[in-house]
């Protein structure tokens, strides 16, 4: 199968993209389904941070590879052995495979299944091959998804099955942005009604946490960014309190406002400025959770004792802890209820030729979300 594809050949290069253009259009072929896998006909693809992170050399990945992560589409044909999808399936991506034998995936944590992040640390797809080849060269499989394509070849673990009336721009979003920000909210740190809350990092997980914490009743809910225009927006989704973290007095302002920090924080930016930053704001006996993914080499500098004398708790959040086969359904629903209007961070809708030009806006802060329609 021929296909279109966003490839990346360099990292590291130097904004903006739209000039250096890191991510190059290119005919590859995309292999037929082997056993337990499917073929997808894209239908649409979010641009995620983690794109940007491997595009800028901050998140190291084999290369050449074949991007997008967060992802709709539409089953084209079924390898061998599947049973649970049909070609015309509509599904949404998850990109941690789940093998649902290890461990992790036994005791009902699928985030961490063990062959799952091997794949995807070597490129492969869960079986250990590569469906993905342009002449003699392999191309490696960006978390198991490879979404910036007309087609994809995908483990049947990597994707969910879902309802053929949802709107499949909007349903892209559920597969990264959604599962990550709400689940940190309500499968990681179990928010209980009437907590209060803040946000650190207002792109699209951040944003799916704020409204994950009025899903889950929050009394109060700070939104904190270094952009103005992204405050203002998260105030119009429903934050209490809006804070400028470049502000000179931003933690003590913070404290003000909380009666001396707040139950949970949520660090949504990937940087460990802004982990920091939630770990001071977080009130004694309070949960940090985290969910942004810095560079490998960035360490973390916190106050030991306080862990202890103020019974602190620091948590990660991979996926938003989540179980996609049970949550991606569950926030779907809570969707078409209104409940989570998640489609409100969909800013923009663009070509895939327009790609490069998405991670400039996205990079800038000019845009939440944006889906490429293929
Ligand atoms: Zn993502
Ligand atoms: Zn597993």
């Given at each position: 199968?021929?296909?279109?594809?966003?490839?990346?050949?360099?990292?590291?290069?130097?904004?903006?993209?739209?000039?250096?253009?890191?991510?190059?259009?290119?005919?590859?072929?995309?292999?037929p389904p082997g056993p337990g896998e499917v073929l997808v006909k894209i239908a649409a693809a979010g641009l995620c941070h983690s794109d940007l992170s491997v595009i800028d050399g901050s998140r190291p990945r084999p290369l050449p590879?074949?991007?997008g992560h967060e992802a709709?589409?539409?089953?084209?044909?079924?390898?061998?052995?599947v049973t649970r999808f049909a070609p015309g399936d509509h599904v949404v991506m998850v990109f941690v495979p789940s093998c649902g034998v290890c461990g992790f995936c036994a005791r009902g944590r699928p985030a961490l299944c063990e062959p799952g992040a091997e794949a995807n640390a070597s490129g492969s797809l869960l079986s250990g091959n590569w469906r993905i080849h342009q002449h003699d060269q392999t191309i490696n499989h960006h978390l198991g998804v490879s979404a910036f394509s007309s087609y994809a070849t995908l483990s049947e673990h990597s994707v969910i099955k879902i309802d053929p009336k949802f709107d499949l721009s909007t349903a892209a979003l559920f597969g990264c942005a959604v599962l990550t920000g709400v689940g940190a909210v309500v499968n990681t740190a179990h928010l209980p009604p009437g907590a209060s809350a803040a946000v650190i990092g207002l792109g699209g997980?951040?944003?799916?946490?704020?409204?994950?914490?009025?899903?889950?009743?929050?009394r109060?809910?700070?939104?904190?960014?270094?952009?103005d225009e992204k405050l203002a927006f998260a105030r119009e989704l429903g934050a209490t309190h809006t804070v400028n973290a470049g502000e000179a007095n931003a933690v003590e302002k913070i404290k003000d406002l909380t009666g001396g920090g707040v139950e949970y924080a949520f660090?949504?930016?990937?940087?460990?400025?802004?982990?920091e930053l939630a770990y001071s704001i977080t009130a004694r006996g309070g949960t940090t959770v985290t969910s942004?993914?810095?560079?490998?080499?960035r360490k973390l500098s916190i106050q030991a004792v306080s862990i202890v004398a103020e019974e602190r708790t620091l948590k990660g959040s991979y996926i938003g802890t989540s179980v996609p086969s049970v949550d991606l359904p569950r926030y779907m629903s809570l969707y078409e209820q209104g409940e989570l209007p998640v489609d409100r961070l969909l800013t923009h809708t663009l070509t895939l030729d327009e790609i490069n030009l998405g991670f400039d806006r996205l990079a800038s802060g000019q845009?939440?979300?944006?889906?490429?329609?293929?």
């Amino acid at each position: 199968m021929k296909a279109n594809a966003a490839i990346l050949h360099q990292t590291g290069v130097s904004s903006p993209y739209a000039e250096s253009k890191p991510l190059v259009i290119e005919e590859v072929d995309v292999d037929p389904p082997g056993p337990g896998e499917v073929l997808v006909k894209i239908a649409a693809a979010g641009l995620c941070h983690s794109d940007l992170s491997v595009i800028d050399g901050s998140r190291p990945r084999p290369l050449p590879m074949a991007l997008g992560h967060e992802a709709s589409g539409i089953i084209e044909d079924v390898g061998t052995g599947v049973t649970r999808f049909a070609p015309g399936d509509h599904v949404v991506m998850v990109f941690v495979p789940s093998c649902g034998v290890c461990g992790f995936c036994a005791r009902g944590r699928p985030a961490l299944c063990e062959p799952g992040a091997e794949a995807n640390a070597s490129g492969s797809l869960l079986s250990g091959n590569w469906r993905i080849h342009q002449h003699d060269q392999t191309i490696n499989h960006h978390l198991g998804v490879s979404a910036f394509s007309s087609y994809a070849t995908l483990s049947e673990h990597s994707v969910i099955k879902i309802d053929p009336k949802f709107d499949l721009s909007t349903a892209a979003l559920f597969g990264c942005a959604v599962l990550t920000g709400v689940g940190a909210v309500v499968n990681t740190a179990h928010l209980p009604p009437g907590a209060s809350a803040a946000v650190i990092g207002l792109g699209g997980v951040g944003l799916c946490a704020l409204l994950g914490a009025q899903l889950a009743g929050a009394r109060q809910i700070l939104a904190i960014d270094l952009s103005d225009e992204k405050l203002a927006f998260a105030r119009e989704l429903g934050a209490t309190h809006t804070v400028n973290a470049g502000e000179a007095n931003a933690v003590e302002k913070i404290k003000d406002l909380t009666g001396g920090g707040v139950e949970y924080a949520f660090e949504m930016a990937g940087s460990v400025p802004a982990l920091e930053l939630a770990y001071s704001i977080t009130a004694r006996g309070g949960t940090t959770v985290t969910s942004g993914l810095p560079h490998p080499d960035r360490k973390l500098s916190i106050q030991a004792v306080s862990i202890v004398a103020e019974e602190r708790t620091l948590k990660g959040s991979y996926i938003g802890t989540s179980v996609p086969s049970v949550d991606l359904p569950r926030y779907m629903s809570l969707y078409e209820q209104g409940e989570l209007p998640v489609d409100r961070l969909l800013t923009h809708t663009l070509t895939l030729d327009e790609i490069n030009l998405g991670f400039d806006r996205l990079a800038s802060g000019q845009a939440i979300r944006q889906v490429i329609v293929l």
